[in-house]
């Protein structure tokens, strides 16, 4: 089945602030991604794996080539449209959840959504009990365990019904059991949203759940 | 989405409520302070205005004579030469109990007097013999027992202790008949007149007819404004405290609202929002506390402004709106201020990457060089301000420079210092405590900036105010030497009561004065018998060689210290007390706690050359042990209620009781700045507090236990406001004299030797300490019971 | 109202014209003060100075004048003196008080100013041998003790005149021999004038000097009596005709009847009083004055000298804005006589 192109990289380059350009974090990177598959990216410590996550979340630049996401290319936006992309398209779940400690779970959860405009609750209630959270939705982050902290990113940047999530190692800071369940869980509701995954793992395990694989080393992928 | 982005910003808020409530305090702390000064000042000011206008003549020329009066045939002349002129007649008019101001105007060509309600009054009245005066109801109680008053009108728009009346009234009652005080020049004048300097040379034009108490009290009024200012700077350092912490908290929150797509420039928007919210609440709160605060003082500063100055304030508090909006501007103004380099930090925050604490570090190095620049060139701006300029104003110049340029110093010095300690170190610990101490500098430096300023300015003020007191209590000694002061109700009694104390061997010195008009306001000539009383006590500044035998035989005069400073008048020169009348100094004498100028020549000589002096107030010698048997007899003796018998303990007693009111304004805010800087250290420390944990736990784990790290918390803040304290006292030392030096001469006339209260200071260091200490307490329990999995957060990700 | 304004409206009420409010602070007419009796003959020149037992008296120069160009001109000089109780005294106290008003109009523009002083000190007042009157540098000096060569100066802030004028005829006692009757309840006061100055001077207006000629008219006038309860103001006309005789009649508006009267000068100086009545003066036109609706058009009539005439004011805006405020100013004659004059009205509110 033909899929449209939703992320496209193209011979992209980035280099640190200082950093001498023949040792660039990766140069001529091209890497395509369609609607509703998923990708996983993998790599050494320092390999650069999450700095591309970055540059296609559209948080940080690179010096040459291009990115576009749904037909947008990154590089010529401002900061403000940058910050529309984020908030409309694309949304992220960190390896350190990076939920709002004053806010509590149900209002984490609807923050991307309606920040993004217009909460589909529906399927926000759909997610909070898929995710295990209906009985926790008066607690605040502090209150909850890593494995449950994790679930409410999760749900957050999905209640966006975002086309392209982006997700650094969200298991990284779990334990295995832990790890597993919120693995399954998230590509269970990635697929139901139909939304295309961009995932940065350094395990080979949960690498190959994923439509495809791709591994960066020496600045270059394979 | 705006309202989504500002309701995660705000539930920070909900979830600190007492950081809130610092912040809120802080501000609230600032705009109470500044605008109870401002609120005081403004009634003050509404009051002379007031009392200015309602006598008229507000905002004319005046012509003054160099000395003595203008005649009527002076005035007549002027006028026959076309010029528009209004002339005033003013003198103190001598009663039964004590003396009035009394204005004479000619009702015909004086400016409009609103002081004189002419809608109860038949208008021609007042023209007509016997006349009319007006004063105030407070005014009656003086004038009850006086015989053959004319018709008097009471009015509450005149200053209590001022009559006015119609000219020919004046003179009569003044017994200066033919005479004139001044002229004002009045508006419109005809076309084509001769200049007045070539009419009548020997008359001065004053470019405004300003009243005088409005002039005196201007450095009472630029002190408070001085006070109130240092205040909100201190309660600044506090909001600086509390938004940097907010802000510092919330790096996270930021960071994931940005990636959730909020733009930066919405952020800093929301964030400017949320500030000015927070801005116009504890502005709001701040004037509830600052009308408070001066509706409490005001009755003091009353109270100093009439024992001072004579200027009468009301002492209730009237709401102004100009009041109302200055203290909301300065809530907002400041809070701009004081959160300007949060929010550009925000601004230029990184998307992504905390910034490095090394690279924080090398920031901070370099901008305490830069501070320290700018803090010696205030120094030297304000030193040269007082060598190239006189007047408060330089005063206040080289204050502020050498206040701010001090604090802006002082990260300098500390780290210094801090740098000279780290060489002591013997142990890795104490290497490590050296060396965070200078890590912590730049976050904690505002705030013991502010404590640097407020303890110096409390050093100054509290030098300043004790060496006056003790200057003031040894001068009260020698001036008042007499052991009973009597006050008869008229010069028959006294004639009896001299008599009477004749006859029973105590020696009388009679207390007779007068005034003559003296570049424009009247100068006070008391005349003395020879005695040895003055003689051996007077507190004589500078005189010549046998200066009152010099007075005795009529030949020179005794000046106060106001008149010499303010005329440049010294042993030898000579002082014109009236066209005819010429008397050389014979030395300058200290007068404290009188804001006017003064002579003394020998009572023959006053009475050859004045008239009407009325002789009821005695000093009397006697034996100390006879004074309340004395006392007695006198008030057996002479049964009139009236007469008033006070013995020199007395006396003592209420002037210094004048004297203790007068700086209990100054007392208040002191200790409100003090307290207001012991509030900005705990707030600073709050704010490092979260910053810190990264630093201590590599220290935890490397085997100190929090318990330890407590201890060493606080045990470094102490350290940190010790060395504050220590390098406040010269600065409040340098405030001190200049206090006494050249603020003191130029607001009052005299200048006054510097006293030093170690003690006062070992008080203060040990106030400054505890306030540390309490500041420091809340991080030291909260990092004794932090539970090890927060202090392993560290390791287990980056913040 | 500050004190001085009251002072000033007492001092030009007192005389007569008071309006209905009445005479504050000043209790019965009588008060101490002479009053003027029917017989009395005037003694100059004694009788050109001040009288201080009576409560009020003027000095009333009003001239016409002409530039070289052919504009004309309107001047007003009055010294008022009232007394607050009769009598002099020296000093502050003297109960004399003065008040000077000055005017100068042209077609175009209005200019007066006003001074106040106290008696006693010099500053204002009037001697008879040789004659002056003066309050500030406002002064009418004569050079001996008649009123025959007069210097008349004054100036306020945008305007100055110096003035010399010279008598061509006798002086007119009005009414029986200077007693003149100002109301059908008895109410008098003593009146003459000198209606005939030849003038020439200098006036100073904002844009320069300007040299003047023209003719003067100085009334003489004083009293102890107000006026009756009902009279609310008055309308006075002094007019010189082309042929040489002048006409000088007066109206007082009263609630129960207007009363007027005036004195007729023949060309060669002799003079004759007018029964009251005879002389009669009707509005013709209006026009608005500081908010106020003046009459500047009259239709007089004196049918014993076949006199019906218009009065047309020079300047329908000479307005006197002092403290007690009226209209005074030149006036043009046409109809059966022809010439100039001086009209002043008061109590129009």
Same mark, same amino acid.
């Given at each position: 089945m033909a899929r449209d192109l939703?992320?496209?990289?193209?011979?992209?380059?980035?280099?640190?602030?200082?950093?001498?350009?023949?040792?660039?974090?990766?140069?001529?990177?091209?890497?395509?991604?369609?609607?509703?598959?998923?990708?996983?990216?993998?790599?050494?410590?320092?390999?650069?794996?999450?700095?591309?996550?970055?540059?296609?979340?559209?948080?940080?630049?690179?010096?040459?080539?291009?990115?576009?996401?749904?037909?947008?290319?990154l590089s010529k936006l401002n900061d403000t449209a940058r910050a529309a992309l984020r908030r409309c398209k694309v949304a992220l779940v960190f390896q350190q959840f990076n939920l709002v400690p004053s806010l509590t779970v149900e209002q984490n959860m609807l923050l991307h959504a309606r920040l993004g405009g217009s909460p589909d609750f529906e399927w926000i209630t759909t997610l909070t009990r898929r995710l295990g959270l209906a009985d926790l939705t008066t607690r605040y982050p502090e209150q909850l365990s890593g494995g449950q902290q994790q679930r409410v990113a999760i749900g957050r940047a999905l209640a966006l019904r975002p086309k392209l999530l982006l997700a650094d190692e969200p298991t990284g800071n779990l334990d295995e059991t832990a790890s597993a369940a919120v693995m399954d869980l998230m590509l269970e509701l990635v697929h139901e949203s139909g939304a295309a995954l961009f995932l940065v793992t350094h395990s080979v395990q949960i690498a190959n759940r994923l439509d495809r694989r791709v591994h960066l080393s020496a600045g270059q992928v394979a | 989405m705006r309202r989504a982005a500002l309701g995660a910003l705000l539930s920070h808020w909900r979830r600190h409520p007492l950081q809130l409530m610092t912040l809120i305090t802080g501000l609230a702390l600032a705009t109470g302070l500044w605008s109870a000064v401002q609120a005081i000042n403004g009634e003050a000011r509404a009051g002379y205005a007031q009392a200015a206008a309602q006598l008229g003549g507000t905002g004319f020329d005046v012509l003054l004579p160099s000395d003595g009066h203008i005649s009527v045939s002076r005035y007549v002349m002027l006028r026959r030469e076309g010029w528009l002129l209004a002339p005033v007649l003013e003198g103190r008019w001598h009663l039964q109990q004590g003396s009035v101001k009394l204005i004479g105007v000619d009702l015909l060509s004086h400016p409009e007097l609103p002081a004189m309600p002419t809608s109860a009054v038949p208008p021609l009245d007042t023209l007509t013999s016997p006349g009319r005066i007006f004063l105030h109801p407070n005014t009656m109680d003086q004038l009850v027992?006086?015989?053959?008053?004319?018709?008097?009108?009471?009015?509450?728009?005149?200053?209590?202790?001022?009559?006015?009346?119609?000219?020919?009234?004046a003179e009569q009652l003044l017994q200066q008949q033919g005479k004139i005080s001044r002229l004002i020049i009045l508006p419109d004048q005809p076309m084509g007149l001769k200049p007045l300097k070539v009419l009548a040379p020997e008359l001065h034009r004053h470019s405004s007819d300003s009243p005088q108490a409005a002039r005196l009290t201007d450095s009472f009024?630029?002190?408070?404004?001085?006070?109130?200012?240092?205040?909100?700077?201190?309660?600044?350092?506090?909001?600086?405290?509390?938004?940097?912490?907010?802000?510092?908290?919330?790096?996270?929150?930021?960071?994931?609202?940005?990636?959730?797509?909020?733009?930066?420039?919405?952020?800093?928007?929301?964030?400017?929002?949320?500030?000015?919210?927070i801005a116009l609440l504890a502005g709001s709160i701040g004037l509830v506390l600052g009308y408070l605060v001066a509706a409490a003082l005001l009755p003091d500063v009353s109270a100093t402004l009439i024992g001072l100055y004579g200027a009468t304030v009301e002492g209730s508090l009237s709401l102004r709106a100009s009041w109302l909006l200055s203290g909301v501007g300065m809530a907002l103004f400041g809070t701009l201020v004081a959160s300007a380099q949060a929010i550009s930090n925000i601004y230029n925050m990184p998307l992504l990457v905390a910034p490095g604490v090394q690279a924080r570090a090398g920031v901070a190095r370099s901008s305490q060089l830069k501070m320290a620049t700018i803090g010696c060139g205030l120094m030297?701006?304000?030193?040269?301000?007082?060598?190239?300029?006189?007047?408060?104003?330089?005063?206040?110049?080289?204050?502020?420079?050498?206040?701010?340029?001090?604090?802006?110093?002082?990260?300098?010095?500390?780290?210094?210092?801090?740098?000279?300690?780290?060489?002591?170190?013997?142990?890795?610990?104490?290497?490590?405590?050296?060396?965070?101490?200078?890590?912590?500098?730049?976050?904690?430096?505002?705030?013991?900036?502010?404590?640097?300023?407020?303890?110096?300015?409390?050093?100054?003020?509290g030098t300043m105010v004790s060496s006056f007191r003790l200057t003031f209590l040894g001068w009260m000694d020698q001036r008042l030497s007499a052991e009973i002061y009597v006050t008869a109700q008229s010069d028959q009694q006294a004639a009896d009561l001299t008599k009477w104390l004749t006859k029973r061997g105590v020696t009388t010195l009679p207390i007779r004065w007068s005034e003559v008009p003296h570049q424009g306001s009247p100068l006070r000539i008391y005349g003395v018998v020879d005695h040895a009383t003055y003689r051996d006590k007077w507190p004589v500044l500078q005189a010549l060689p046998n200066a009152w035998d010099h007075v005795a035989a009529g030949s020179a005069a005794m000046i106060n210290e106001q008149l010499a400073r303010r005329q440049n008048l010294w042993p030898g020169d000579v002082l014109t007390l009236k066209p005819d009348w010429q008397m050389t100094v014979a030395g300058v004498y200290s007068d404290y706690g009188n804001p006017h100028e003064q002579v003394i020549v020998s009572l023959p000589v006053l009475l050859e050359r004045m008239d009407n002096i009325p002789n009821r107030q005695f000093g009397l010698r006697l034996d100390p042990e006879d004074v309340p048997e004395l006392m007695n007899n006198i008030r057996e003796t002479f049964v009139s209620p009236s007469i008033s018998v006070i013995d020199q303990a007395g006396?003592?007693?209420?002037?210094?009781?004048?004297?203790?009111?007068?700086?209990?304004?100054?007392?208040?805010?002191? #200790?409100?700045? =003090?307290?207001?800087?012991?509030? %900005?250290? /705990? !707030?600073? &420390? *709050?704010? @490092?507090?979260?910053?810190?944990?990264?630093?201590?736990?590599?220290?935890?784990?490397?085997?100190?236990?929090?318990?330890?790290?407590?201890? #060493?918390?606080? =045990?470094?803040?102490?350290?940190? %406001?010790? /060395? !504050?304290? &220590? *390098?406040? @006292?010269?600065?409040?030392l340098i405030l001190a004299w200049a206090l006494l030096s050249i603020i003191n001469v130029e607001a009052f006339g005299w200048k006054l030797p510097m006293y030093v209260f170690p003690m006062d200071w070992l008080r203060l260091l040990l106030l400054a300490l505890l306030a540390a200490a309490v500041a420091a307490a809340i991080p030291a329990r909260k990092l004794a019971r932090i539970k090890p999995a927060e202090l392993l957060k560290v390791f287990a990700h980056e913040r | 109202m500050s004190v001085r304004s009251i002072v000033?409206?007492?001092?030009?009420?007192?005389?007569?014209?008071?309006?209905?409010?009445?005479?504050?602070?000043?209790?019965?007419?009588?008060?101490?003060?002479?009053?003027?009796?029917?017989?009395?003959?005037?003694?100059?020149?004694?009788?050109?100075?001040?009288h201080p037992n009576f409560r009020i008296e003027w000095w009333y120069l009003t001239a016409n004048l002409k530039d070289d160009d052919g504009h004309d001109y309107g001047v007003q000089w009055t010294l008022f003196r009232s007394a607050i109780s009769p009598g002099e005294d020296t000093g502050w106290s003297s109960p004399q008080l003065w008040m000077g008003h000055a005017g100068l109009t042209t077609p175009k523009h209005q200019f007066y100013a006003e001074r106040l002083a106290r008696g006693g000190i010099g500053q204002a007042g009037v001697t008879a041998e040789p004659f002056a009157a003066w309050i500030d540098n406002w002064e009418m000096l004569g050079t001996d003790p008649t009123l025959n060569q007069l210097s008349l100066t004054a100036s306020g802030s945008d305007f100055a005149y110096d003035l010399s004028m010279q008598a061509q005829g006798p002086l007119v006692l009005h009414g029986d021999a200077g007693y003149s009757v100002k109301s059908s309840g008895g109410q008098a006061s003593y009146y003459y004038s000198q209606p005939r100055y030849?003038?020439?001077?200098?006036?100073?207006?904002?844009?320069?000097?300007?040299?003047?000629?023209?003719?003067?008219?100085?009334?003489?006038?004083?009293?102890?009596?107000?006026?009756?309860?009902?009279q609310s103001g008055w309308d006075w006309f002094s007019l010189s005709f082309d042929s040489g005789e002048k006409l000088m009649g007066f109206i007082l508006r009263g609630d129960s009847g207007d009363y007027s009267s005036g004195t007729w000068i023949a060309a060669?100086?002799?003079?004759?009083?007018?029964?009251?009545?005879?002389?009669?003066?009707?509005?013709?036109?209006?026009?608005?004055?500081?908010?106020?609706?003046?009459?500047?058009?009259?239709?007089?009539?004196?049918?014993?000298?076949?006199?019906?005439?218009?009065i047309q004011a020079i300047n329908d805006q000479s307005w006197m804005g002092t403290s007690f405020p009226y209209w005074e100013g030149p006036v043009t004659i046409s109809g059966s006589h022809t010439g100039h004059g001086y009209l002043e009205m008061t109590g129009y509110d």
């Amino acid at each position: 089945m033909a899929r449209d192109l939703l992320l496209s990289i193209r011979n992209v380059s980035k280099c640190f602030p200082g950093q001498d350009p023949e040792r660039a974090v990766f140069r001529d990177v091209s890497l395509d991604l369609s609607a509703g598959t998923s990708i996983a990216l993998t790599g050494e410590s320092g390999s650069g794996k999450s700095t591309l996550l970055h540059l296609v979340g559209a948080l940080d630049h690179f010096d040459s080539g291009e990115i576009e996401i749904d037909g947008t290319g990154l590089s010529k936006l401002n900061d403000t449209a940058r910050a529309a992309l984020r908030r409309c398209k694309v949304a992220l779940v960190f390896q350190q959840f990076n939920l709002v400690p004053s806010l509590t779970v149900e209002q984490n959860m609807l923050l991307h959504a309606r920040l993004g405009g217009s909460p589909d609750f529906e399927w926000i209630t759909t997610l909070t009990r898929r995710l295990g959270l209906a009985d926790l939705t008066t607690r605040y982050p502090e209150q909850l365990s890593g494995g449950q902290q994790q679930r409410v990113a999760i749900g957050r940047a999905l209640a966006l019904r975002p086309k392209l999530l982006l997700a650094d190692e969200p298991t990284g800071n779990l334990d295995e059991t832990a790890s597993a369940a919120v693995m399954d869980l998230m590509l269970e509701l990635v697929h139901e949203s139909g939304a295309a995954l961009f995932l940065v793992t350094h395990s080979v395990q949960i690498a190959n759940r994923l439509d495809r694989r791709v591994h960066l080393s020496a600045g270059q992928v394979a | 989405m705006r309202r989504a982005a500002l309701g995660a910003l705000l539930s920070h808020w909900r979830r600190h409520p007492l950081q809130l409530m610092t912040l809120i305090t802080g501000l609230a702390l600032a705009t109470g302070l500044w605008s109870a000064v401002q609120a005081i000042n403004g009634e003050a000011r509404a009051g002379y205005a007031q009392a200015a206008a309602q006598l008229g003549g507000t905002g004319f020329d005046v012509l003054l004579p160099s000395d003595g009066h203008i005649s009527v045939s002076r005035y007549v002349m002027l006028r026959r030469e076309g010029w528009l002129l209004a002339p005033v007649l003013e003198g103190r008019w001598h009663l039964q109990q004590g003396s009035v101001k009394l204005i004479g105007v000619d009702l015909l060509s004086h400016p409009e007097l609103p002081a004189m309600p002419t809608s109860a009054v038949p208008p021609l009245d007042t023209l007509t013999s016997p006349g009319r005066i007006f004063l105030h109801p407070n005014t009656m109680d003086q004038l009850v027992e006086q015989p053959n008053l004319p018709p008097i009108t009471l009015t509450e728009n005149l200053p209590t202790g001022v009559v006015l009346s119609d000219i020919s009234l004046a003179e009569q009652l003044l017994q200066q008949q033919g005479k004139i005080s001044r002229l004002i020049i009045l508006p419109d004048q005809p076309m084509g007149l001769k200049p007045l300097k070539v009419l009548a040379p020997e008359l001065h034009r004053h470019s405004s007819d300003s009243p005088q108490a409005a002039r005196l009290t201007d450095s009472f009024h630029l002190n408070l404004t001085a006070f109130g200012l240092l205040s909100f700077a201190v309660g600044l350092f506090i909001v600086h405290g509390s938004v940097g912490l907010g802000i510092e908290q919330r790096r996270g929150l930021f960071r994931t609202l940005r990636a959730m797509g909020v733009s930066l420039r919405l952020l800093t928007t929301l964030l400017l929002c949320e500030l000015m919210l927070i801005a116009l609440l504890a502005g709001s709160i701040g004037l509830v506390l600052g009308y408070l605060v001066a509706a409490a003082l005001l009755p003091d500063v009353s109270a100093t402004l009439i024992g001072l100055y004579g200027a009468t304030v009301e002492g209730s508090l009237s709401l102004r709106a100009s009041w109302l909006l200055s203290g909301v501007g300065m809530a907002l103004f400041g809070t701009l201020v004081a959160s300007a380099q949060a929010i550009s930090n925000i601004y230029n925050m990184p998307l992504l990457v905390a910034p490095g604490v090394q690279a924080r570090a090398g920031v901070a190095r370099s901008s305490q060089l830069k501070m320290a620049t700018i803090g010696c060139g205030l120094m030297v701006s304000g030193v040269a301000a007082v060598l190239l300029f006189d007047g408060l104003i330089a005063g206040f110049t080289l204050l502020a420079g050498i206040m701010l340029g001090a604090a802006l110093i002082l990260p300098l010095l500390l780290s210094g210092l801090l740098k000279i300690g780290s060489y002591t170190a013997r142990s890795a610990l104490a290497e490590w405590i050296w060396a965070d101490m200078r890590a912590q500098l730049p976050g904690i430096s505002l705030a013991l900036m502010a404590l640097l300023l407020a303890l110096a300015t409390n050093i100054g003020v509290g030098t300043m105010v004790s060496s006056f007191r003790l200057t003031f209590l040894g001068w009260m000694d020698q001036r008042l030497s007499a052991e009973i002061y009597v006050t008869a109700q008229s010069d028959q009694q006294a004639a009896d009561l001299t008599k009477w104390l004749t006859k029973r061997g105590v020696t009388t010195l009679p207390i007779r004065w007068s005034e003559v008009p003296h570049q424009g306001s009247p100068l006070r000539i008391y005349g003395v018998v020879d005695h040895a009383t003055y003689r051996d006590k007077w507190p004589v500044l500078q005189a010549l060689p046998n200066a009152w035998d010099h007075v005795a035989a009529g030949s020179a005069a005794m000046i106060n210290e106001q008149l010499a400073r303010r005329q440049n008048l010294w042993p030898g020169d000579v002082l014109t007390l009236k066209p005819d009348w010429q008397m050389t100094v014979a030395g300058v004498y200290s007068d404290y706690g009188n804001p006017h100028e003064q002579v003394i020549v020998s009572l023959p000589v006053l009475l050859e050359r004045m008239d009407n002096i009325p002789n009821r107030q005695f000093g009397l010698r006697l034996d100390p042990e006879d004074v309340p048997e004395l006392m007695n007899n006198i008030r057996e003796t002479f049964v009139s209620p009236s007469i008033s018998v006070i013995d020199q303990a007395g006396i003592k007693a209420r002037s210094l009781a004048v004297f203790d009111r007068t700086f209990v304004v100054t007392g208040a805010l002191n #200790l409100l700045t =003090l307290g207001v800087a012991g509030f %900005a250290i /705990l !707030t600073s &420390l *709050l704010t @490092l507090w979260n910053m810190r944990l990264p630093q201590l736990a590599p220290i935890w784990a490397l085997g100190i236990t929090r318990r330890k790290l407590a201890w #060493l918390e606080l =045990l470094r803040s102490l350290a940190l %406001a010790t /060395l !504050t304290t &220590l *390098l406040a @006292l010269p600065l409040g030392l340098i405030l001190a004299w200049a206090l006494l030096s050249i603020i003191n001469v130029e607001a009052f006339g005299w200048k006054l030797p510097m006293y030093v209260f170690p003690m006062d200071w070992l008080r203060l260091l040990l106030l400054a300490l505890l306030a540390a200490a309490v500041a420091a307490a809340i991080p030291a329990r909260k990092l004794a019971r932090i539970k090890p999995a927060e202090l392993l957060k560290v390791f287990a990700h980056e913040r | 109202m500050s004190v001085r304004s009251i002072v000033a409206t007492v001092i030009i009420c007192l005389p007569c014209f008071a309006s209905a409010q009445g005479f504050a602070g000043l209790g019965s007419q009588a008060d101490g003060f002479a009053i003027p009796e029917k017989g009395y003959g005037l003694n100059f020149p004694a009788d050109h100075g001040p009288h201080p037992n009576f409560r009020i008296e003027w000095w009333y120069l009003t001239a016409n004048l002409k530039d070289d160009d052919g504009h004309d001109y309107g001047v007003q000089w009055t010294l008022f003196r009232s007394a607050i109780s009769p009598g002099e005294d020296t000093g502050w106290s003297s109960p004399q008080l003065w008040m000077g008003h000055a005017g100068l109009t042209t077609p175009k523009h209005q200019f007066y100013a006003e001074r106040l002083a106290r008696g006693g000190i010099g500053q204002a007042g009037v001697t008879a041998e040789p004659f002056a009157a003066w309050i500030d540098n406002w002064e009418m000096l004569g050079t001996d003790p008649t009123l025959n060569q007069l210097s008349l100066t004054a100036s306020g802030s945008d305007f100055a005149y110096d003035l010399s004028m010279q008598a061509q005829g006798p002086l007119v006692l009005h009414g029986d021999a200077g007693y003149s009757v100002k109301s059908s309840g008895g109410q008098a006061s003593y009146y003459y004038s000198q209606p005939r100055y030849d003038i020439s001077g200098t006036l100073t207006l904002p844009d320069g000097a300007v040299i003047v000629n023209g003719q003067g008219w100085l009334d003489r006038e004083w009293s102890s009596q107000p006026l009756a309860d009902d009279q609310s103001g008055w309308d006075w006309f002094s007019l010189s005709f082309d042929s040489g005789e002048k006409l000088m009649g007066f109206i007082l508006r009263g609630d129960s009847g207007d009363y007027s009267s005036g004195t007729w000068i023949a060309a060669d100086g002799s003079s004759k009083p007018l029964l009251p009545g005879a002389f009669q003066a009707q509005p013709l036109t209006y026009s608005e004055v500081e908010g106020r609706t003046i009459p500047v058009q009259w239709q007089i009539k004196l049918p014993e000298h076949g006199v019906s005439a218009t009065i047309q004011a020079i300047n329908d805006q000479s307005w006197m804005g002092t403290s007690f405020p009226y209209w005074e100013g030149p006036v043009t004659i046409s109809g059966s006589h022809t010439g100039h004059g001086y009209l002043e009205m008061t109590g129009y509110d």
